[in-house]
């Protein structure tokens, strides 16, 4: 057992006091052991906190980066610090198990969706809730694909900051006019 310890604190630096007293090449072994140990992480974790979906999505990222570099770097206790970025990951995950059954805890931790455009006709007070001018919202829209409003069935600012478009479909919009 002293055997395998020596050879991990040798391989990873993990007696050490301070980032000063790792090697290049411990730092190099714990970045891939940090790399390793966040695969399991993401699997055991939900998939969307990666494609940051929402603001804790979002806020997870950046933590466990934020986290996870220290232990790489050897400024704070390695192994404490990944149960740290475990526990952050399984709050999220419980976060997301309650939000997923709860409107209201949803919608207070997650934000709700703010509808901009209905039938070809922008929303003036939606937009500057939104914090949103129109040149914001004619980029987004053009990034979706559309070139005038009469195109647009519905359009929302989602939780997750980005525009969602409807269009309109070519027949209803004909009869409308």
């Avoid at 055991?44 to 933590?63: N, V």
Wanted: a positive charge; glycine letters at 6%.
């Amino acid at each position: 057992m002293q055997i395998f310890q020596d050879m991990l604190n040798y391989a990873f630096g993990f007696s050490t006091h301070g980032a000063f007293e790792l090697s290049v090449w411990q730092t190099c072994a714990r970045a891939l052991l940090v790399y390793g140990l966040l695969i399991g992480y993401v699997r055991f974790g939900k998939k969307r906190f990666l494609g940051q979906a929402t603001a804790l999505d979002f806020i997870l990222a950046i933590l466990i980066g934020s986290l996870t570099s220290r232990a790489i770097s050897g400024t704070t206790p390695f192994i404490a610090t990944m149960l740290a970025a475990a526990s952050l990951i399984a709050a999220h995950w419980l976060l997301s198990y309650c939000t997923s059954s709860s409107k209201p805890l949803s919608q207070l931790l997650k934000g709700t969706d703010t509808l901009l455009i209905k039938r070809g006709i922008v929303d003036p007070a939606a937009l500057r809730r939104s914090h949103m001018s129109n040149d914001d919202l004619s980029e987004d829209l053009r990034q979706a694909g559309i070139r005038n409003l009469d195109e647009v069935e519905e359009s929302r600012l989602e939780r997750s900051g980005k525009l969602s478009v409807i269009k309109r479909d070519k027949l209803s919009s004909s009869r409308e006019k």
